[in-house]
């Protein structure tokens, strides 16, 4: 075990934390579990007891520090001025440092299926990929859990450990639980959104279940660049009358994420032309950090357009069709 004692410098900046919660709304992670262990703060506490000595390190307590999306608005949110990304990284390092295993919602790669392209090397903005002794691995200090190189395998070779709620298959049974909810008539249109731009709207969203409107959801994605066309085009053959993707402005994005989704986008509406689809059903805007005028601005707009369109005819709906 590595010693401790490294961390004790940010015993103060700990005891900085209030226990205001302004950290939680931002989070979406713990807006996706409700669980306190977590929140930002919920993480704080953890790595408070750990250098109080009231808990000792363990690979549950590595597990919970690598789950993060990076996106860092707890550190913007925080009241307190506690400097929570720098405090998560060194405890990080520090983890690994002591031998602890760690999945989190680092990228994962199948050694069975990689075809060693090392497309996913290239891809990630943050060098986080490398080839090492025949294999690519992730180097879990550097991911950012964006999921551009899960977005880019060829071979469906790379995993996102843990999603929450992120992942293509738990996106579909989200955009199914909206939509064919019989307690909600009103429900139309999926907001796909990046967690790093849009999250100010989504505050306001979807907090304490309170729902800024019955007529869309808002799921976020972590970076936008990881959206895939099929779960889009899956997600009108599920019965959405249109999708609305945020991304960030091109100049914000940390991650590549907003040109790729664009173009996937663009190439998608010309496949909608052909199918006889509006392209008008899916629409990509991009909503600077912190804009949250912006966002509701977009959504009121995304949402006359497509109230106009109607929902999508069964004759014109994809094979697969609306359940
Ligand atoms: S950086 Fe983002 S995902 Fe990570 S703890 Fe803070 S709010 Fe949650
Ligand atoms: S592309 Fe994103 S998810 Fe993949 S290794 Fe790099 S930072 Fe991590
Ligand atoms: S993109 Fe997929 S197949 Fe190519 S090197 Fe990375 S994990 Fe392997």
């Known amino acids: 075990m590595t010693d401790i004692s490294k961390l004790e410098k940010w015993r103060s900046a700990l005891s900085k934390c209030i226990r205001c919660g302004y950290c939680y709304d931002q989070c979406p992670i713990y807006k996706e579990t409700g669980w306190e262990v977590d929140s930002p703060r919920g993480k704080l506490i953890l790595l408070y007891g750990m250098l109080s000595g009231e808990i000792e390190p363990s690979d549950y307590i590595a597990n919970k520090l690598f789950e993060c999306f990076h996106c860092n608005r707890c550190q913007k949110a925080c009241a307190s001025g506690v400097p929570i990304q720098d405090v998560y990284n060194e405890a990080r390092a520090f983890l690994i440092e002591s031998g602890f295993d760690v999945v989190g919602t680092t990228s994962l790669t199948d050694h069975d299926v990689c075809a060693k392209c090392l497309n996913c090397v290239r891809m990630c903005e943050h060098e986080a990929r490398t080839f090492k002794d025949g294999k690519v691995v992730t180097d879990v200090l550097k ?25 293509p298959n738990e996106l579909l049974d989200k955009v199914d639980a909206f939509l064919h909810d019989s307690n909600n008539p009103e429900a139309k249109a999926i907001v796909f959104s990046c967690g790093y731009s849009s999250y100010p709207g989504l505050k306001h969203a979807q907090f304490d279940d309170f729902v800024i409107s ?109 359940k």
């Open 143 to 167: 991911c950012q859990s964006c999921g551009s190189c899960f977005d880019i395998c060829p071979e469906c070779g790379v995993t996102i450990g843990r999603g929450f709620g992120t992942n």
């Open 214 to 322: 019955k007529e869309f959801e808002i799921l976020v994605t972590a970076c936008s660049g990881r959206l895939k066309s099929h779960t889009v085009l899956e997600t009108l053959e599920r019965g959405a009358w249109g999708v609305l993707i945020c991304c960030c402005p091109e100049d914000e994005c940390e991650h590549g994420g907003s040109p790729r989704v664009k173009e996937r986008m663009k190439n998608l509406t010309k496949i909608l032309e052909r199918i006889e689809i509006d392209p008008k059903r899916v629409q990509v805007v991009e909503v600077p950090q912190g804009n949250e005028a912006k966002f509701v601005e977009s959504t009121d707009k995304f949402m006359e357009e497509v109230r106009a369109l109607g929902p999508l005819a069964p004759e014109t709906e994809t094979a697969g069709s609306k």
